[in-house]
């Protein structure tokens, strides 16, 4: 029987590297590699949580060297804290750290982590009582034609029927991109992610030039600035296409605001940007409010990935799945939740996240 109380007994800081099998290139920047941070946090039981920082400057403005300094002085204030009072420690942190959520992402993952696992209970269930599959699309980032057209033919070999197709940074390119997905990936769901690059009216543009060349997207994705709330609302006004918000929404308040402005269609969600309870949060509302979700992530390791997972699965009200960092990581996906279809099936975790990434 555990007790009303269970210690945080120490922590570690350590940076997690992985090569990635080609460069994840958007219209803001790229990734050359995964360089992300892990942290753990002991018990007194012995139990160890692990959580992840996934470090994606050229989005957020976060860095290593920030981010690792914030999970040390948050750690050393969590040596004896009751790992219970979560809900707390979430509120500190959330004050503490404003401008790097990937550091409240990372503490909360081990908090919840270590928590489940010391409940013996898997981490969907602190959402549920059942986890629903999960089938996740597959990005296609921003290259030439050639490579375009190489990443479709392997990933709808591999068994994915819904691509992202990453636009934003020349839409002549980008039309031709996106009509190969079309030839190629014959009966798939096609989702656009400009990542801010394109104007409200840029967009409507493009939305044209497909619709005329017989393509509608199921999705677009943060078409315009993170700040240009009316031109969320004018696309989402003038297109039939679902309007997502991606950075534009990363906070409970930025959730209300696109609800009570009707600007958008749905919401991506990802821990790095609110950290994993207020991601519970802004799905319930977003949810009662009739807006769709998707479940996201930065550059992203197994780990959070996983942990994404156990959200969306354990709330089973996302409609757009998007965990389809690990595919990009040489080596493989090395997640025994994941198949290579992009299912994840976490009915086989036994406890936590269920993932180990020392």
């Known amino acids: 029987m555990l007790g009303n109380n269970l210690s945080i007994s120490g922590f570690s800081v350590s940076i997690l590297k992985k090569e990635l099998i080609c460069p994840f290139r958007t219209s803001l920047g790229e990734h050359k590699n995964l360089e992300n941070i892990l942290f753990t946090l002991k018990l007194e039981n012995g139990t160890e949580g692990y959580g992840e920082a996934g470090i994606a400057t050229h989005i957020t403005g976060e860095t290593v060297e920030a981010t690792s300094k914030n999970l040390n002085d948050a750690g050393n204030c969590l040596v004896g804290e009751n790992i219970y009072d979560y809900l707390s420690i979430s509120a500190e942190l959330n004050k503490a750290f404003p401008s790097n959520k990937s550091a409240v992402a990372a503490i ?112 677009i994705e943060q078409p315009v600035k993170k700040n240009d709330w009316e031109g969320l609302k004018r696309i989402t006004k003038s297109s039939k296409v679902p309007v997502c918000a991606d950075e534009s929404v990363a906070s409970v308040s930025d959730c209300i605001r696109a609800i009570k402005e009707k600007a958008v269609s749905a919401i991506n969600i990802k821990l790095m940007k609110s950290g994993l309870i207020e991601a519970r949060e802004i799905a319930l509302l977003a949810t009662h409010s009739g807006i769709d979700l998707m479940i996201g992530g930065m550059m992203e390791s197994s780990l959070a990935m996983t942990a994404s997972a156990h959200l969306a699965a354990g709330l089973g009200c996302f409609k757009y799945i998007d965990l389809d960092t690990p595919f990009f990581l040489k080596g493989g996906t090395k997640n025994p939740y994941l198949n290579s279809r992009g299912i994840y099936d976490l009915s086989k975790v036994k406890s936590g996240i269920g993932i180990n990434p020392k």
């Open 108 to 219: 909360e993952m081990a908090l919840l982590d270590a928590l489940t696992k010391s409940l013996k209970v898997p981490l969907w269930k602190f959402f549920s009582n059942s986890p629903k599959k999960l089938a996740s699309d597959i990005t296609i980032v921003i290259s030439d034609l050639k490579e375009t057209e190489k990443a479709i033919k392997k990933f709808y070999k591999q068994g994915f029927r819904s691509f992202k197709v990453k636009i934003g940074k020349d839409m002549d390119i980008d039309f031709k991109r996106v009509q190969i997905v079309k030839k190629v990936a014959k009966n798939s769901k096609i989702y656009l992610d400009a990542n801010q690059g394109y104007s409200a009216k840029e967009t409507l543009c493009f939305l044209n030039l497909l619709k005329k060349a017989n393509i509608i997207p199921d999705l």
